[in-house]
């Protein structure tokens, strides 16, 4: 567990300081943000994991784990990425970047113009970026979307990281 606290919240950190507080640091543009900071957190949320759950499986299976363990620990270090993620994401538009989204809004507007949307088409978008950066919708959303990513990595990993058979260890078991 010690290993999944430490490392679900380094993985979190890592990622919020990378897609938001460098962003906004260093003023890099909106077309740069939209079209990376999407890939981003699934970059180090893979990476993190990764290193994690061998960590978890050299220091507390030895070396030795089913799909079943794998899984588990991939979980619940996804858990406590996605909890400590989404608390960070929270605390930083409620009380640091406040007026994040209007920022996102000056970029934006003129890129919507450009692509000659209606003044109804971008109202909505406008709308619909106002509503994300709503630090609540940052804490839920954070959560649901790590949460599920990191459930789909622990998949991956678990199947390729495990070393014993989960259904072959449960028929010994039956007999």
Do not use: C, H
Not at 39 to 65: D, Q, S
Not at 126 to 146: C, D, H, S, V, W
């Amino acid at each position: 567990m010690k290993i999944a606290i430490k490392y679900g919240f380094v993985i979190a950190l890592v990622i919020a300081l990378v897609t938001s507080f460098f962003v906004d640091l260093f003023g890099i543009e909106y077309e740069f943000v939209r079209s990376y900071s999407g890939f981003t957190p699934f970059l180090f949320l893979a990476l993190g994991l990764f290193i994690a759950m061998r960590k978890t499986k050299k220091e507390v299976y030895k070396n030795e784990w089913n799909f079943g363990q794998a899984i588990y620990s991939g979980i619940v270090l996804s858990a406590f990425t996605a909890l400590f993620l989404g608390i960070i994401n929270f605390l930083y538009f409620q009380f640091i970047n406040k007026n994040y989204a209007e920022k996102v809004i000056k970029l934006v507007v003129p890129l919507m113009e450009k692509d000659k949307l209606s003044a109804d088409e971008i109202a909505k978008q406008l709308e619909a970026i106002r509503k994300t950066y709503i630090p609540i919708n940052q804490l839920t959303g954070t959560f649901i979307f790590i949460m599920v990513a990191g459930v789909v990595f622990s998949a991956i990993y678990s199947s390729i990281l495990r070393t014993k058979d989960t259904f072959t260890e449960i028929a010994k078991r039956k007999e």
